[in-house]
């Protein structure tokens, strides 16, 4: 008798250390994956009576991850990470889940993507099922990032947005251990709510960075996009305060100001992207600059995207940011930026833009002035007298090239010298355009004179002529 009570005993004993641990786990699931408002309130009304205290270990899971040391604690004292580590978030959802699924999904990791026969990887199935859980997906192409992607992940992981957010990144057949580090991170940002997808292939050569941020969107399933270069560091606000600005444009390209690192370096070109005004992100879209919101400071809607179309893919050398911004434009898109500082914008020697040649975007600003801006125009002058000046009026069309009615400059010798001599043109005779003061010139003008570089004479002699940027002129250099 006495050894058939101890039997049952142990039995119950036994059972109720299952209940226990089957409690645990619950909340464990609970807190990392369900969808389901309601279904979680529930949940935690009756886990909040039953389950025992978290050890301590629980808290510290909880309380968000440890900052890895060196450059990130540097980051830190900048105040451009936060120093209280990441918030716990419990709204987070299983990113595979449906909402009428919440309790199975929140039992289930992530679905592995399946490989393609090109050797990329190819987005779960239910794709669409899962887009209306998330709000942000944060797009990330990867290429042998692995120096730089502990500070990246660990900014994402800092983001203080209580929307729900998933990280989709595509590896461009990286040779480093750039996956590797995204696998060790990957616990602590779904931890943290962020649930990851991560894809790529293993070719020989890398497909470029348009591909692997066309395959990144295409296996991520937001309602927004925030693009994010693996090697710079996005600031704690970034999402949250870009989400805000995208939701009030939603045909827009939302940028933001940016740190740059090392300190010093573009200088000129820093002072440009973070200083020109609402209207010069339209008017200044031809210079040399390129985009008046820079690629990585990108965040749109997933509706827009699809609107404009995919990045080119042509791989090493096309300038694919640029095509994708004016096409944009062409679109009816619009261009704002949110006037803060969110993004550490890092210059190195590996970064891609350097690949692009200087003729490549050239041909793509003349094409796109010509289109927007110089058929509207009878007439015009070309401020610069000089290279840049002549260069630009050898690459119009014939059709533009007969509207150029003078060149302009301030330099004597130039002046003095009467007028330009196509040598190169067909006509007979060559076409002769007369170069004048500028002052004795009439708009509408084409500046031809880099910005910034002649210590504010530029803008000074615009000024004295009292020419409105965006209708009497426009900067191309």
Known sequence: MASTSGTARDRRVTASKRRIQYIRDTMHRIVWGATN?????????WLSHHSPKPKPTTQRILGGATKTPSRLAQLTSL?????????????????HACPDEVF??????????????????????????????????????????????????????????????????????STDDSRKVVDAWRERLEGRGISVVISGHNSNQPRGVGYAKNMAVAQSCGKYLCFQDADDIMLP????????????????????????LPEGSTERYTRWINTITQDQLLTQVYTSHGPTVIMPTWFCSREWFSTVGCFAEEGKGVPEDLMFFYQSLRQGGLVTRVDHCLLVYRYHEKAATHSVKEETIWTLRVGFLQERVLRQWESFTIWNAGK???????????????????????????????FY??????????????????????????????????????????????LKEGIDFFHFN
Request: include cysteine; proline fraction near 6%; hydrophobic fraction near 35%.
């Open 37 to 45: 408002t309601r279904s979680r309130l529930i949940q935690f009304t």
């Open 388 to 418: 840049q000046g002549r260069k630009l009026y050898r690459c119009l069309n014939a059709v533009n090239q007969k509207k150029v009615k003078a060149f302009c400059d301030v330099d004597k010798n130039k002046i003095d010298k009467g």
């Open 237 to 260: 606000q970034r999402v949250r305060l870009q989400f805000e600005a995208s939701v009030l444009h939603s045909n827009t390209l939302i940028g933001c100001r940016v740190l740059r």
């Open 79 to 95: 105040g451009v990470l936060s120093p209280h580590g990441p918030k716990p978030n419990v709204c987070n959802p299983s990113k």
């Open 104 to 173: 199975e999904a929140s039992m289930k990791r992530p679905k592995r993507l399946r490989t393609l026969e090109n050797g990329a990887e190819a987005a779960p199935e239910g794709q669409e099922e899962r887009q209306s859980a998330v709000d942000v997906s944060i797009i990330m192409p990867m290429y042998n990032a692995s120096c730089w992607l502990d500070e990246c992940l660990q900014a994402i992981l800092d983001q203080d947005f209580s929307g729900i957010m998933e990280l989709s990144i595509f590896d461009d057949a």
């Open 421 to 466: 001599t196509y040598e190169d043109s067909k006509e007979r005779p060559k076409p002769k355009i007369p170069i004048l003061h500028y002052k004795d010139a009439s708009p509408p003008f084409i500046i031809c004179v880099k910005l910034d570089m002649t210590g504010g004479d530029l803008e000074e002699n615009l000024n004295s002529l009292q």
